[in-house]
């Protein structure tokens, strides 16, 4: 208990001073995506949390409100922009999210919080990502961010889940900036962003790996 509480305690901290020194940025940013993609500069979506609780993630949006002639939103790549391929590339959407680690919904290191509709597709293996507060980075970020495919990024955060520690956790932020600045695993192969989980994975075992590709993005403003 004293543990998870200078964890909560180092977190927020550090979201409010990121939120502090960021802010002269963000305001800019915000008046780009303004500019370019109109109202809301904002995006929110219901994501799963801490024991499969629901909270509203915050990131900065990234793609148009385009839609087909029947009124169905268009694919991922159509509806990214230059100015959100750029955000994503750096992960600056991800900044709005330091709200939600404020706010005790998140930490800055865990499992990337997905939708709420795959709740129903995880097995009880990968169900346990869950136990822990989702994080605006974290271990399968940092192991091939979108580059991998679902049931790899369970693997990476069940073992987190099994090792989680403070040095852990700064392990994970110092690897995330290093591959930011690389800008690796920003999509999947053939996606803008990463494929829908649909589910009917396979059991996987946890196993170790050692840090090598990305950092998490929007998901289309659909999932990751």
Same mark, same amino acid.
């Given at each position: 208990?004293?543990?998870?509480?200078?964890? @909560?305690?180092?977190? +927020?901290? *550090?979201?409010?001073?990121? !939120?502090?020194?960021? =802010?002269?940025?963000?305001?800019?940013?915000? %008046?780009?995506?303004?500019?370019?993609?109109?109202?809301?500069?904002?995006?929110?979506?219901?994501?799963?949390?801490?024991?499969?609780?629901?909270?509203?993630?915050?990131?900065?949006?990234?793609?148009?409100?385009?839609?087909?002639?029947?009124?169905?939103?268009? @694919?991922?790549?159509? +509806?990214? *922009?230059?100015?959100?391929? !750029?955000?994503?590339? =750096?992960?600056?959407?991800?900044?709005?999210? %330091?709200?939600?680690?404020?706010?005790?919904?998140?930490?800055?290191?865990?499992?990337?919080?997905?939708?709420?509709?795959?709740?129903?597709?995880?097995?009880?293996?990968?169900?346990?990502?869950?136990?822990?507060?989702?994080?605006?980075?974290?271990?399968?970020?940092?192991?091939?961010?979108?580059?991998?495919?679902?049931?790899?990024?369970?693997?990476?955060?069940?073992?987190?889940?099994?090792?989680?520690?403070?040095?852990?956790?700064?392990?994970?932020?110092?690897?995330?900036?290093?591959?930011?600045?690389?800008?690796?695993?920003?999509?999947?192969?053939?996606?803008?962003?990463?494929?829908?989980?649909?589910?009917?994975?396979?059991?996987?075992?946890?196993?170790?790996?050692?840090?090598?590709?990305?950092?998490?993005?929007?998901?289309?403003?659909?999932?990751?």
């Amino acid at each position: 208990m004293r543990r998870r509480f200078i964890r @909560s305690l180092f977190d +927020r901290g *550090t979201a409010i001073v990121l !939120l502090i020194l960021f =802010a002269p940025f963000l305001a800019t940013i915000s %008046l780009l995506i303004a500019a370019f993609l109109g109202a809301p500069v904002l995006f929110r979506q219901p994501r799963t949390g801490l024991d499969g609780t629901p909270f509203t993630l915050l990131k900065f949006r990234t793609m148009r409100d385009a839609t087909d002639a029947n009124g169905n939103p268009l @694919s991922d790549d159509q +509806r990214m *922009t230059r100015l959100g391929r !750029l955000l994503r590339a =750096a992960s600056i959407d991800e900044l709005p999210a %330091l709200w939600n680690v404020i706010r005790g919904e998140m930490n800055l290191v865990g499992p990337r919080p997905l939708l709420l509709e795959y709740l129903p597709r995880y097995n009880p293996e990968q169900a346990r990502r869950h136990l822990v507060k989702p994080g605006i980075t974290g271990w399968a970020q940092v192991n091939g961010r979108n580059a991998i495919d679902w049931d790899q990024k369970f693997v990476l955060d069940v073992w987190y889940v099994d090792h989680q520690s403070f040095w852990l956790d700064l392990h994970i932020l110092f690897l995330t900036i290093w591959k930011v600045v690389r800008r690796d695993g920003i999509s999947a192969a053939e996606h803008a962003t990463m494929p829908k989980f649909r589910g009917n994975q396979k059991p996987v075992a946890c196993s170790h790996h050692d840090g090598s590709a990305g950092a998490d993005a929007t998901a289309g403003q659909t999932v990751a």
